[in-house]
């Protein structure tokens, strides 16, 4: 039987988003006033108007476009990571088989990752639901592993339990003992 799952969390957005969309906007308003002046004062008013349009086109899609979602897709025990920008593109950001992870757990437990280690940050900000059918905020995880690609790789991530329980089954045999010899579940 085929193992299917997804899941998307929003990316929480930081400073620098704020700082981007400010500026953004502060350009936006001052290319919308010289567009508004030329079109109110002198013979080219149709560049503009075409100016004012413009402005506030390309401000709302650049501001927009600080929107991120990450999209995990686990099918047999195989990972997908895509950054979806303001739900207009995707890029995919890793590809990995969780047979392949060396070691997997809460990002707070992670040992410090070596140097020369490619690190892939897909954390968003969501809530689930836990055993006790509370609703809780999401967790980080992390997974270190050798990809095909990127040699050794670090994935922080936030993903659900039903998809920790979807990689499970699919994890090597020593990272399973690892993970029960430290009393976590898989």
């Given at each position: 039987?085929?193992?299917?799952?997804?899941?998307?969390?929003?990316?929480?957005?930081?400073?620098?988003d704020w700082?981007?969309?400010?500026?953004?906007?502060?350009?936006?308003?001052?290319?919308?006033?010289?567009?508004?002046?030329?079109?109110?004062?002198?013979?080219?008013?149709?560049?503009?108007?075409?100016?004012?349009?413009?402005?506030?086109?390309l401000g709302?899609?650049?501001?927009?476009?600080?929107?991120?979602?990450?999209?995990?897709?686990?099918?047999?025990?195989?990972?997908?990571?895509?950054?979806?920008?303001?739900?207009?593109?995707?890029?995919?950001?890793?590809?990995?088989?969780?047979?392949?992870?060396?070691?997997?757990?809460?990002?707070?437990?992670?040992?410090?990752?070596?140097?020369?280690?490619?690190?892939?940050?897909?954390?968003?900000?969501?809530?689930?639901?836990?055993?006790?059918?509370?609703?809780?905020?999401?967790?980080?995880?992390?997974?270190?592993?050798?990809?095909?690609?990127?040699?050794?790789?670090?994935?922080?991530?936030?993903?659900?339990?039903?998809?920790?329980?979807?990689?499970?089954?699919?994890?090597?045999?020593?990272?399973?003992?690892?993970?029960?010899?430290?009393?976590?579940?898989?």
């Amino acid at each position: 039987m085929d193992i299917f799952v997804e899941q998307i969390v929003k990316k929480e957005s930081s400073g620098s988003d704020w700082t981007k969309r400010v500026l953004i906007g502060l350009g936006m308003g001052i290319v919308m006033a010289v567009g508004l002046f030329i079109f109110l004062f002198t013979w080219l008013s149709v560049i503009g108007l075409a100016l004012f349009a413009g402005a506030i086109w390309l401000g709302w899609y650049l501001i927009t476009g600080t929107e991120c979602e990450y999209e995990y897709i686990v099918t047999n025990g195989e990972m997908d990571i895509d950054k979806i920008i303001a739900k207009r593109k995707r890029i995919r950001l890793i590809t990995a088989k969780a047979s392949s992870f060396e070691a997997f757990g809460e990002y707070k437990d992670a040992p410090k990752a070596e140097s020369g280690i490619t690190v892939v940050s897909a954390v968003g900000v969501g809530e689930t639901e836990n055993e006790a059918g509370e609703i809780v905020p999401l967790k980080t995880y992390y997974a270190d592993l050798k990809h095909p690609s990127a040699g050794n790789v670090r994935l922080i991530f936030s993903p659900e339990q039903r998809v920790i329980d979807a990689l499970s089954p699919y994890f090597s045999r020593k990272l399973k003992m690892d993970l029960s010899a430290n009393g976590k579940k898989e």
